[in-house]
T-cell receptor, first 115, second 113 residues
Framework: DGGITQSPKYLFRKEGQNVTLSCEQNLNHDAMYWYRQDPGQGLRLIYY???????QKGDIAEGYSVSREKKESFPLTVTSAQKNPTAFYLC??????????????FGPGTRLTVL | GENVEQHPSTLSVQEGDSAVIKCTYS??????FPWYKQELGKGPQLIID?????GEKKDQRIAVTLNKTAKHFSLHITETQPEDSAVYFCAASYTGGYQKVTFGTGTKLQVIP
């Protein structure tokens, strides 16, 4: 089955700790994205990457970091600098066609709770 | 930048009735408008999309309409079923370059059996 996997499904973090959320896709998509979703709100873009070894900040990148060493993988690290990290994190991917990006498809999400 | 407004925030309908969710966008350059369905604790799933060169698109009980002049688009679900209960998000983007997608704030649809 082709798709996007995120792990873990639930993650608990103590204050002051860094945690890394995994995102893997086997859709052969070039572009990958990380979003944050808070209760009753829409999706806010954290980081995106259109090609291996390159990524760009989104609207709320402070306190987060990413890497893109492989086309299939785009892990997100939530650092201790992120003041309010409790949220639902969504990874997405899309093709790049004709100079632009195509429809984004989402993974199942990781719910991060800070204790 | 693009701004997408979505209404209503909650919607309750009787099973079998129709549901309509409306969105407006601000950037006339936007040319791609997907709709996503998100069930509790899951990631959003694409249910239908429309591009700016068409005014309407249907897929079984779901349809989307687009009015470029007024900058609004709507999702129509007919013959609603309990499994349609979820949060629905509209979105807008420009596909000519990097596709920054702007999402609406979501509509929680409840279908009452």
């Amino acid at each position: 089955d082709g798709g996007i996997t995120q792990s873990p499904k639930y993650l608990f973090r103590k204050e002051g700790q860094n945690v890394t959320l995994s995102c893997e896709q086997n859709l052969n998509h070039d572009a990958m994205y990380w979003y944050r979703q808070d209760p009753g709100q829409g999706l806010r873009l954290i980081y995106y990457s259109q090609i291996v070894n390159d990524f760009q900040k989104g609207d709320i990148a402070e306190g987060y970091s990413v890497s893109r060493e492989k086309k299939e993988s785009f892990p997100l690290t939530v650092t201790s600098a992120q003041k309010n990290p409790t949220a639902f994190y969504l990874c997405a991917s899309s093709r790049i066609t004709g100079g632009g990006t195509d429809t984004q498809y989402f993974g199942p999400g990781t719910r991060l709770t800070v204790l | 930048g693009e701004n997408v407004e979505q209404h209503p925030s909650t919607l309750s309908v009787q099973e079998g009735d129709s549901a309509v969710i409306k969105c407006t966008y601000s950037d006339s350059a936007s040319n791609y408008f997907p709709w996503y369905k998100q069930e509790l604790g899951k990631g959003p799933q694409l249910i239908i999309d429309i591009r700016s060169n068409v005014g309407e698109k249907k897929d079984q009980r779901i349809a989307v309409t687009l009015n470029k002049t007024a900058k609004h688009f709507s999702l129509h679900i007919t013959e609603t079923q309990p499994e349609d209960s979820a949060v629905y998000f509209c979105a807008a983007s420009y596909t000519g370059g990097y596709q920054k997608v702007t999402f609406g704030t979501g509509t929680k649809l409840q279908v009452i059996p």
